[in-house]
Each structure stands twice: as structure tokens, then as C-alpha cells.
């Protein structure tokens, strides 16, 4: 009997693996700028949180990212049309291209935007054997009319788990948007700015030391086992 079966009876020592700095090292990093989805909660003429994610999404084509912002105009509810749809197709498509996320959402009664749950809600946890969003980087923002509020971001960020993301620490919380942005709808200076700059700049670092690994780093103990059990299963069938 091997030391980690006397220690650790219930592990599956087929599938068990120790974590390694070799895992981390890629031969052949990638190069291509990074690719950066945008998605904001509003779906009103002077948008507060498309005018954000428009904001960012300049900072992060000044640092080198490719960028795509989602328009989310004429996506239907969930649930509401097949996934055919050609609003649906584009949303995924933009899903699988992106190695990194940005949500951007308004707080409305405490919560963040249906317009943006509804986003999200489109993207599937898995196609086929692809997963979406799993191991890519996220990074969160949202604004308020009133004072500076973080119950959008906090639901954004379990969002983010819930679909297996990298979600970044640092965060943007705009309040008071309305006196933020100037009649041709830029930001103006000031430390709501700053932070925005350095969320942008944290969304992409995170990006690169992540995305040519991000498939070891989301690699788990218990898939890999129901993956065994399933092709055991399998080629047992077969034999009978």
C-alpha cells in the first residue's frame, strides 16, 4: 500500500495529482494582444455603464488589448428564444474568442441590472466539451446615481465563481455617475478615473501571467475522477 493510500484513504490515487511549478511554465507563451470581452447593464441613450466600458475599453486598447464590447440591444430574455438567435450566437462566439471579461453594470434597487444578469445568463457553463468562461480573467464595475455602493459588484463577483473565472481583486465603483462623464461622454478626471486605469491594468496583467495556463490552474481533482469513472464505465460496457 503506497503512503498517500494509508494517509488519504478516500483519494483516488489515479487521479490524484501534486500541484508543480511546471505546470505553470508554458514552452511557447502566447503573443497575440489579449482579447478582452465588455459587457455593461444599460440599455439607455446616455448609458452610464456603456460610457464606463467604453472608457475602459480605451485604456485597454492604449495597453495593447484587443477589445469587443457587446451590445446588448435586441438579446432576448433567457429561456425567450432558441440559442440560434443571432444576438445569442454573437454573445457566444465572443465568449470562446475572449481570454478576459469585463462586466459593467448599474446598481438598481441594491442589485445589478436584469440587462446584465441576462448577458451572462445566455453564456453557458459548457458547449459540448468547451467551457465558456472557465479560467478566463474578470474583472468588475459598476455605477450609481446616488453614493458609492458595492452590492453590484458583489453579486458580479459570485457571478464570476459561479462560471469559473478568474475574477481580479481590484474593482470599480463609479458614484454619482451622472457628474462623472461630460456632454461628449468621457470620463472625466478624477480618482474614479485613477481606479478605472488601474483595474484595466490589473485585468490585463492577471490576463497574460494566465491565459497560456489557465486550463492547469482550473484542472480539478474531481472532474478528472468523474472523467475516469465515465470511461471506465464505458469500456466495461463494451466487454459485456
Not at 52 to 63: D, G
Not at 215 to 222: A, E, G, K, Q, T
Request: glycine share 4%; hydrophobic share 40%; charged share 25%.
Amino acid at each position: 500500500m503506497s503512503k498517500l493510500s494509508m494517509t488519504t484513504p478516500n483519494v483516488d490515487v489515479s487521479c490524484f495529482q501534486v500541484p508543480s511549478q511546471s505546470g505553470l511554465i508554458t514552452q511557447a507563451p502566447s503573443t497575440h494582444p489579449a482579447r478582452i470581452l465588455m459587457l455593461y447593464g444599460s440599455l439607455r441613450e446616455r448609458s452610464y455603464s456603456k460610457l464606463l466600458t467604453l472608457e475602459a475599453a480605451r485604456l485597454l486598447e492604449a495597453m495593447g488589448a484587443e477589445v469587443k464590447v457587446f451590445d446588448p440591444l435586441d438579446l432576448p430574455q433567457p429561456d425567450s428564444a432558441p440559442d440560434s438567435h443571432p444576438k445569442v450566437k454573437e454573445l457566444r462566439e465572443l465568449a470562446a474568442w475572449s481570454e478576459g471579461m469585463v462586466w459593467c453594470s448599474p446598481e438598481r434597487h441594491g442589485a445589478m441590472t436584469g440587462i446584465l444578469k441576462s448577458q451572462i445568463d445566455w453564456i453557458p457553463l459548457s458547449v459540448g466539451a468547451v467551457r465558456p468562461t472557465q479560467g478566463k480573467t474578470l474583472a468588475v464595475m459598476e455605477v450609481s446615481g446616488g453614493s458609492q455602493s458595492f452590492n453590484a459588484l458583489n453579486q458580479m463577483r459570485i457571478l464570476g465563481r459561479w462560471m469559473r473565472m478568474i475574477t481580479i481583486p481590484n474593482q470599480s465603483s463609479v458614484a454619482k455617475a451622472f457628474l462623472e462623464f461630460d456632454e461628449a461622454g468621457r470620463m472625466k478626471p478624477s480618482a474614479y478615473y485613477d481606479r478605472v486605469v488601474d483595474v484595466m491594468e490589473e485585468l490585463l496583467k492577471f490576463t497574460l501571467l494566465t491565459r497560456d495556463v489557465s486550463d492547469y490552474l482550473v484542472d480539478r481533482y474531481s472532474e478528472r475522477k468523474e472523467s475516469a469513472e465515465e470511461l471506465s464505465k464505458r469500456v466495461n460496457q463494451r466487454s459485456l
